[in-house]
């Protein structure tokens, strides 16, 4: 590679502290001077927001968890060992093509390149995760990155640099661990760096380009926990209802508790879901822009977050009872082995779903203390297996649409539709069944003021699961059934009449047989 000198770099430079001597309008040949230099630049934080060895030990860890254990022995050896064995073991997991990257940051990238300037990615990753970079990028001259031996990081990274590219260069970075690199530079690229960091490197050498980065929103962070998905959580309070225990405060506000309970240790899982399952969102037309996939908010700090979430949730149900914390844990060990393992099977994410729905509504029963008949587990059983058929229909009916054939990270193909229509809605009407049955039971007919009117409770839910598929069949479905029906205004007024007449016949006698 040909390393310009000093010589040519006439007209670049600007008296250090100057307000105007970055991000200004360059005349021709003061472009053509700073083109003239070549222009370093750093990946993770820069070129990409996301940090390439969380991914990469991610990938490793999700396709053998027990890498886990060798993790601190790696480490004990240092940095560059370490991020080399991360990288080894994400092996071909790792994929470049699927990373977001700093788009604003590439087109300036490739504009530079088309105008004859030369490119170096210089990295702390590992040079088989850079490499892969360059390759599927085509910007760069040359690559410079940890080589299992060498941290190529902060003032490793500068001495490469001088030895290999030389003097002047100019160097593009967002961390505050480059400074010693811009110390040295003859002119800087800021992407997303602290003001601090600005007013360092404005002092040392000209800035040639800023290219600001906002940090994660609350919009974002309520984004990242599906604090929406708390909706869900409302099942607990289902055995209230059907225990005829609506009147009494106390097991309400035990159920309360357990529903807070829940709702901080499913958006845990739903956070390490969301990191496990980085390259297929990022694949997905919607979910490529979750915070984790988009890169919105840090991997680190996603799972930082994750674990006081988790670690509050059980708390809190140990709280209430020995009983919740234990239902609860089983709740956390069957999400994990789906999100781990089971939802990888066809039918078998589906039934693990149904399942853990029905959990919901013994946990409710376990918190308030009250039992649920074998009617409501039969029903909610068929119900929320065919709720998740819904989504997964819904989801092969869009990939159809777009010209896909298989989900990614599932076993589903746009062939199964066929087999899993008439399996889903068949699942509903047996949960019909299920209900229509339970009216007819003794119990019903004793405990009930009205139970005859639970017949028109039946009719409503008949109408309202049948439309959730013809949606589904029209394309019209949210990828959560289960939310749009909560959120949904048909579907809510469904939901209220069947509650509404569940309530009333448990309470108020009509005179009617």
């Known amino acids: 590679m040909n390393v310009l000198q000093p010589s040519h770099v006439t007209g670049l430079h600007a008296r250090p502290g100057d307000p105007d001597h970055g991000d200004r309008h360059l005349g021709d040949e003061q472009a053509t001077a700073r083109r003239s230099i070549p222009l370093i630049v750093d990946l993770d934080g820069t070129l990409t927001p996301t940090d ?35 990288a080894m073991q994400a092996g071909a ?19 530079e390149k088309a105008q004859g300037r030369t490119l170096i990615l210089a990295t702390a990753a590992d040079a088989r995760i850079a490499n892969s970079v360059a390759a599927h990028l085509g910007l760069f001259d040359t690559v410079l990155a940890s080589d299992g031996r060498h941290n190529l990081k902060g003032d490793n990274k500068r001495l490469m640099i001088e030895r290999i590219v030389g003097q002047p260069f100019a160097y593009a970075g967002d961390h505050a661990a ?16 602290s003001p601090q960091v600005e007013r360092y490197v404005r002092e040392h050498c000209v800035v040639e380009q800023t290219f ?45 508790v357990a529903f807070l309970a829940f709702s901080l240790v499913a958006s845990a899982t739903y956070i390490v879901n969301d990191l496990l399952d980085l390259d297929s969102d990022r694949a997905h037309p919607r979910k490529r822009s979750r915070p984790f996939a988009s890169a919105e908010i840090g991997l680190v700090d996603g799972a930082a977050i994750s674990v006081l979430m988790l670690a509050a ?17 089983c709740y956390l060990v069957l999400t994990s082995a789906y999100t781990w393992l089971l939802k990888r099977y066809v039918l078998i994410d589906v039934l693990m779903l149904s399942v853990l729905y029905t959990l919901r509504i013994l946990a409710g029963a376990v918190a308030a203390s009250v039992s649920i008949s074998s009617w409501l587990a039969a029903f909610s059983l068929f119900i929320f297996f065919s709720l998740a058929l819904v989504k997964r229909c819904s989801e092969l009916v869009s990939l159809s649409r777009a010209g896909g054939g298989m989900t990614k990270g599932r076993d589903y193909h746009v062939s199964d539709l066929p ?45 309202w699961i049948s439309r959730l598929w013809i949606k589904t069949g029209r394309g019209e479905m949210h990828d959560d059934p289960i939310i749009y029906s909560l959120t949904n205004f048909n579907s809510l007024v469904c939901i209220t009449v069947i509650v509404g007449l569940t309530m009333i016949a448990q309470f108020v006698p009509t005179g009617f047989p």
């Open 212 to 256: 600001p980065r906002h940090g994660a929103s609350l919009k974002s962070w309520m984004r990242a926990l599906r604090m929406h998905q708390w909706i869900k959580n409302v099942l607990l309070f289902v055995p209230v209802l059907t225990a005829f225990s609506l009147p009494d405060l106390q097991k309400l506000l035990t159920v309360g």
């Open 313 to 329: 949730g059980l708390a809190i149900a140990a709280l209430v009872s020995a009983a919740l914390l234990a239902t609860l844990l």
């Open 419 to 463: 087999v899993l229509w008439p399996l889903g809605i068949g699942a509903a009407l047996s949960a019909i069944v299920v209900f229509g049955l339970f009216i007819n039971a003794h119990e019903t007919q004793v405990r009930y003021e009205s139970p005859h009117l639970l017949w028109g409770a039946a009719v409503v839910m008949i109408y």
């Open 93 to 111: 997991h790792f994929d470049a093509a699927t990373l977001p990257y700093n788009q604003v940051l590439l087109d300036y990238l490739r504009d």
């Open 52 to 86: 390439t060895l969380v991914e990469s030990l991610i990938k490793a860890v999700k396709h053998d968890p027990t890498i886990v254990l060798k993790i601190p022995l790696w480490l004990s050896r240092g940095r560059a060992p370490f991020k080399h064995f991360i």
């Open 178 to 193: 480059d400074l010693p690199i811009w110390k040295s530079a003859a002119a800087a690229v800021l992407v997303g760096v």
